[in-house]
Every structure is written in C-alpha cells, then in structure tokens.
C-alpha cells in the first residue's frame, strides 16, 4: 500500500497543525507581447507550525513569486494560498520578511532601522528602546547601534535586517535568498546565526534559495520545483539530521551527502531543462 505516504508538497510532519497551506495554486503572468506565460503550479503545499522548508529550483522556476503570493504581495491566478487556516489576503503583520537585497533606510541609524517595525506598529518608544537594545545585543551590533546602513558591511548590514524582521517576533517568517549576494564566508557565519536566531523557536519558516547545500543544512524539509513554464513540486523530502546543527561538520554527515547526491541529480535536470528551453 502506498496511500501512508502524503504526494509531494503535502506535510506529514506529526503533531502539528499547518501553518503555510497552498492549494492548487496556480500562477500567470502577462508577457509583454500581451501573451500569457503559465509561469507557476498548479502547486499545492503545506508548512507546518514550527517547520522550516527551504524551497529550490532552476532560476526563473517561480520561487520568489510562491513567496510573494504567500506574503499577500499578489494573489494567485487560481487556487488559494492560506495562513494559519485563512485565505491570505495582502500582507500580515504576522509575517516577517528577509530578501535578498536589504531593505534598511540609508538616512536612519541601526538602532533606527531595527526598531522600525515596532515604531510603525505604536510600540510605546520605551519598549521599542528596550527590545532595539536586546536585538542590537543578539546580532552582535551594539557598537554599531548609531551607524548608517552605508558604514557597515555586508554582514552587519544582514544582521541588521535580521534583527528588523524579527524583532516584531513573527510567527512566519519568508527569506528570498538572502545570503545570495555574501561573500562565501559571511554567509557561512549568517546561517550559523539564523540558526540559532531562528530554528526551534516554534516559527514557521519559508526559505527560498538556489544553494542546495544551504537549503539541506538549514531547513527539516528541502522542495524542488521543476524549471518552468508550469513550474511544480518535483520532490519534497525530509532533512533529518538532528537540530542543533553544526555547518562545518554537516558535509561529512551520511544523510547530507546521500540527500545532496539525489537533490542535485534531480536540480541537475531541471537546470539543463531550463537551458534547453
Ligand atoms: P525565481 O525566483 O525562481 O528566479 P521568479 O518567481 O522571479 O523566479 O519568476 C518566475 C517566472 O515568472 C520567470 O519566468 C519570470 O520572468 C516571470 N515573472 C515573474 N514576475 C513577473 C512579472 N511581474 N511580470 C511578468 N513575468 C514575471
Ligand atoms: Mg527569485
């Protein structure tokens, strides 16, 4: 019998509701000639309470644009796309976001950018101080609390729109790439941190990426979406290496090595089926 093993993209992770759920989504966008390209789906997903799935696939399969409909920034062409059990319907103040090019105000200091969201959200600005204060000492960036965006690094810069995207404790957070544009060293040290900022704390998190490596050492689950048009979920399978992880040893891991020989074969085609097109 097969029927005890949930198709792709359907979690079968024990105990937990769902938190992130598509349906059937389908997604189209107008092409400039006035023509429509089938760009997505139809996909159906689910994310549980507390998961982290990473989702990779060829470039211009579609990842960002499942992301964007699941942060409410544009709706599906058909299907649904649910948070918490309800219809997604622009953005929630329940999700935090990280992209991939940062988002930080060049004219506001650190302190500034990373108590934005609270200030917006009529935090009184006694407590906003306090949490600003907690969240400059968890990014490492306490000496740095009265620079602008431009006299920090890349790095610091990334732990700065970290500690913006968490600081309001969201209970989903959706990260587009964004280590994409670190140098191989900074990134390494930023997945350490979301690691320890992120993973365990019950949140819910949706981690699009190209880097499979990134994606098996971070997330419970790693998806594969096929290259488009009609991008789909082409495999869904479960991590299962033990939390906490440590990412200079997890090469040498027997799963990671098995895990990563059969995502790359499977990425591999999608790549050179994108290219052929
Ligand atoms: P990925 O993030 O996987 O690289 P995207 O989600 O950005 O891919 O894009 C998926 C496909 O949809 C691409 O072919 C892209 O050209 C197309 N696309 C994305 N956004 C738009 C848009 N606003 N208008 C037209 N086409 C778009
Ligand atoms: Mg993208």
Redesign the pocket.
């Known amino acids: 019998m097969t029927s005890a093993v949930p198709p792709p993209g359907v979690s079968d992770a024990p105990g937990s509701g769902v938190m992130i759920a598509l349906r059937d989504v389908v997604?189209h966008?107008?092409?400039?000639d006035g023509g429509i390209?089938p760009?997505?789906g139809p996909i159906s997903l689910d994310v549980a309470t507390g998961e982290f799935v990473a989702v990779v696939?060829?470039?211009?399969?579609?990842?960002?644009?499942?992301?964007?409909m699941v942060a409410g920034l544009?709706p599906p062409t058909s299907g649904s796309v649910l948070l918490g059990g309800a219809p997604v319907y622009g953005v929630s103040r329940t999700v935090g976001f990280l992209f991939q090019d940062d988002a930080l105000l060049p004219w506001r200091t650190v302190a500034e950018n990373i108590g934005l969201g609270l200030r917006l959200r009529k935090v009184s600005p006694a407590e906003t101080h306090r949490r600003t204060g907690e969240w400059l000492a968890r990014v490492g960036l306490e000496q740095f609390a009265d620079h602008y965006p431009a006299q920090l690094s890349g790095g610091m810069r990334k732990r700065t729109s970290i500690a913006q995207a968490l600081i309001s404790d969201p209970s989903v957070i959706l990260m587009?790439?964004p280590f994409a544009h670190l140098d191989a060293q900074t990134r390494y040290l930023m997945q350490m941190d979301l690691l320890d900022l992120c993973a365990g704390g019950g949140r819910t998190i949706l981690f699009?990426t190209?880097d499979l490596d990134e994606a098996i050492g971070l997330a419970d689950r790693v998806v594969v979406?096929s290259a488009?048009?009609n991008?789909r979920i082409c495999a869904d399978e479960r991590v299962g290496i033990a939390r906490p992880r440590d990412l200079l040893t997890l090469r040498g891991h027997p799963r990671f090595g098995e895990l990563s020989a059969l995502l790359w074969r499977i990425l591999y085609e999608q790549v050179r089926g994108s290219y052929a097109r």
């Not at 966008?29 to 400039?32: A, E, I, K, S």
């Not at 696939?57 to 964007?68: I, Y």
């Open positions: 997604r966008f107008r092409r400039p390209y760009a997505l696939g060829p470039s211009g399969c579609g990842k960002s644009t499942l992301l964007h544009h587009d790439e699009v190209h979406l488009g048009p991008s």
